[in-house]
């Protein structure tokens, strides 16, 4: 009776050995994770700020294209107009020295 009270302590001692010990391994294994992820999160985050700086970059170019279109648009009618002025004075000249 002794050997087997003596036995059944110290398996009881060996399975809260076992239990120490599986604890303190997935303690150790994330330590070791817990740092890996943390910086996969921040590169991640990282490219999230920098895709979205660029992405504004590109709106503002495409914002800054889109008015230098207009303008450009605005000025080619311009021009239009005043060679279309130029061709009527033009003609009138032609017009009045004909006259003359």
């Known amino acids: 009776a002794v ?4 036995s059944t302590g110290y398996l009881g001692d060996t399975d809260q050995q076992i239990e120490t010990l599986k604890t303190n391994q997935i303690e150790e294994l994330f330590g070791k994770i817990t740092p890996l992820f943390d910086e996969a999160v921040n590169e991640v985050v ?3 700020k920098s895709n979205t700086a660029m ?3 590109v709106t503002g170019v495409v914002t800054s294209l889109t008015d230098l279109d207009t ?3 605005t000025a080619q009618s311009e021009v239009n ?3 279309d002025q130029v061709t009527t004075l033009s003609n009138t000249l032609t017009q009045i020295n004909t006259h003359l």
């Open 3 to 6: 050997v087997s009270t003596q």
């Open 46 to 48: 990282a490219t999230v």
């Open 55 to 57: 992405d504004t970059a």
């Open 71 to 73: 303008t450009l648009t």
């Open 81 to 83: 107009t005043l060679n």
